[in-house]
Nanobody
Framework: QVQFVESGGGLVQPGGSLRLSCAAS????????MVWYRQVPGNQRDMIAS???????IYDDSVKGRFTISRDNAKNTVYLQMNRLKPDDTAVYYC????????WGQGTQVTVSS
């Protein structure tokens, strides 16, 4: 089974930027569409950005214009560039495929606070 390892999170001030990475243990081109999710404790995991194998992207309204999803199929890695971060972006961020693969990574914590 393909496994995902998310990284790049941390503590950042409002208005700051972070770049998350999601490294897959197998071919993301074979998986197809890749998706970034985020989850706040007590809430469901929400999809925020997706990218097809050919680079077509879709964003949730909450991040549109601030976040950019990209992928490097040769490196089996998906990225999430997050700019103009807000406290509401505080969450654990995960990646997965679409349709969902059964194994989730550990996620990476993003905390936006002054």
């Amino acid at each position: 089974q393909v496994q995902f390892v998310e990284s790049g999170g941390g503590l950042v001030q409002p208005g700051g930027s972070l770049r998350l990475s999601c490294a897959a243990s197998g071919s993301i081109f074979s998986i197809g569409t890749m998706v970034w999710y985020r989850q706040v404790p007590g809430n469901q995991r929400d999809m925020i950005a997706s990218i097809t194998k050919y680079g077509y992207t879709i964003y949730d309204d909450s991040v549109k214009g601030r976040f950019t999803i990209s992928r490097d199929n040769a490196k089996n890695t998906v990225y999430l560039q997050m700019n103009r971060l807000k406290p509401d972006d505080t969450a654990v961020y995960y990646c997965n495929g679409e349709p969902l693969l059964p194994t989730w990574g550990q996620g990476t914590q993003v905390t936006v606070s002054s």
